[in-house]
């Protein structure tokens, strides 16, 4: 299987299965079209009115070589690794929901505003250390586990984020393990004691804005109903300069609302963030700011031009990091993450702030996907063997998609919010997933 497209002059093709990008010269690309179905007389026959039959027989005999080492048209061979798979799970990451409670109503927040549909509560200090003791029990001889401080917000429980890290550091010889620690906050509660400590003990930082002052303060706003921006943007400053640049992401979202996203992203680069991501919101059909379908060439052309610009800045000096245009050609996901993703559900678990488990942040509050609890330390084997099986071989649109290694078959839990299966991807973001991975194909032409 190939993938050809071209932007902003460049025709480029994707061999799927290899993983192989060339840039093909116009002749060349449009002999692709045929090669698979037509002999080189009957290629010719079809272009000898735009080319030569020397630079046509040149074309196809380039294209007969790339074939010939493998870098076009190959087999998938990567299905046979599906039958390896059968070995015990292995959980190498946790999601801690250390507060179900938030000093913000986010008009598009999943968790609904924090409580994910239930009590508004606080994770105790005990709870995380149980789920700890549960994390390095199903880690079998995995040495390298994170541990993800998710909410709510949760520096509205910042003292059991701080007690549970040193359980958790004290842990580590006794159980030969090197925990790695990630906190989400939307940033409000930051003050200098919080933040010396994060970046004293915290090894990533993920500090939520979606972008220029009206784009944020339409979605993110105060219990009160007060916009958020001129009190955060301050603090993600300054904690953005305090590690260096390094080590943390803005992380925003687009909505309906605000198509043109491509100027919350440059807004942000302007303020001076250099780890940008802005991402499409994931809401409810009907809602009023959910992305549509008529909206997808919107977007697609936001990208591009996003990616025209990424690189003049990148050129001219001033370049900064986005999520969704960082792609590794060199070396890239391993394998398993090729084909299964995330490994939500029986790589990464979330927990709740009493101990109930679920395969990940998004799945919680649907006792469906209530995996167990951190207090008896036993997993639910049916859903764990449910999510460890799926992967883009189960999934009969992922087979034929082009894009499959890149995005390992899309999350999960999109898929079952909008076609209650986690194995029917949703279309949206199949289609936004492409377009992005375009254009970071395109970017890596520049560099």
């Not at 009590?119 to 995380?128: C, H, K, P, S, W």
């Not at 620690?181 to 003050?191: D, E, I, Q």
């Not at 290694?405 to 999960?412: D, E, L, V």
Request: hydrophobic content about 35%; glycine content about 6%.
């Amino acid at each position: 299987m190939i993938h050809k497209f071209s932007l902003y002059g460049t025709n480029m093709v994707l061999d799927v299965n290899s993983g192989a990008v060339h840039i093909f010269d116009d002749i060349s690309f449009e002999v692709l079209d045929y090669y698979e179905h037509l002999c080189s007389e009957e290629i010719t026959d079809k272009l000898s009115d735009k080319y030569s039959r020397e630079q046509i027989a040149e074309a196809v005999s380039e294209i007969n070589e790339l074939v010939r080492m493998g870098q076009l048209f190959t087999e998938d061979v990567y299905e046979d690794y599906i039958p390896l798979w059968d070995k015990k799970p292995v959980i190498k990451a946790l999601c801690l929901h250390i507060s179900h409670d938030c000093n913000l109503r986010c008009k598009y927040c999943f968790a609904a505003t924090g409580n994910f549909g239930g009590e508004r509560t606080m994770m105790q200090a005990e709870t995380g250390k149980k789920a700890i003791e549960f994390l390095i029990s199903q880690s079998a001889n995995r040495r390298n586990l994170e541990i993800d401080f998710f909410g709510g917000e949760p520096l509205m429980n910042f003292d059991t984020v701080k007690e549970i890290i040193e359980y958790a550091l004290e842990r580590e010889s006794e159980a030969n393990k090197k925990f790695k620690f990630t906190l989400t906050t939307n940033a409000l509660l930051l003050n200098e004691e919080n933040k010396k400590y994060i970046n004293e003990h915290i090894q990533n930082i993920v500090l939520s804005i979606d972008g220029r002052e009206e784009t944020n303060d339409r979605m993110r706003f105060r219990v009160d109903g007060s916009g958020t921006y001129n009190a955060i943007i301050p603090k993600i400053k300054d904690i953005a300069e305090s590690r260096n640049q390094d080590r943390y992401y803005v992380r925003g979202t687009f909505t309906r609302e605000n198509l043109d996203f491509s100027k919350d992203v440059l807004h942000l680069a302007d303020e001076g963030f250099r780890q940008v991501s802005v991402e499409p919101v994931v809401a409810a059909k009907d809602t009023g700011y959910d992305i549509r379908e008529e909206d997808l060439p919107v977007l697609f052309s936001e990208y591009e031009s996003l990616a025209l610009e990424y690189v003049n800045r990148l050129k001219s000096g001033n370049g900064f990091n986005f999520f969704h245009f960082m792609i590794d050609l060199s070396q890239g996901p391993c394998a398993a993450k090729r084909l299964g993703g995330c490994g939500s559900g029986h790589e990464y678990v979330a927990v709740t702030p009493l101990g109930d488990i679920y395969p990940c942040h998004q799945f919680v509050g649907m006792e469906e996907f209530r995996m167990g609890n951190v207090y008896n330390g036993e997993i639910d084997k049916k859903i764990q063997g449910d999510f460890k099986g799926s992967n883009v071989y189960s999934k009969a649109d992922c087979r034929k998609c082009w894009a499959k290694f890149y995005c390992s078959g899309g999350c999960a839990a999109n898929a079952y919010q909008f076609n209650n299966s986690i194995n029917i991807p949703y279309k949206i973001g199949c289609e936004l997933e492409k377009k992005r991975v375009e254009c970071a194909l395109w970017i890596k032409t520049q560099e």
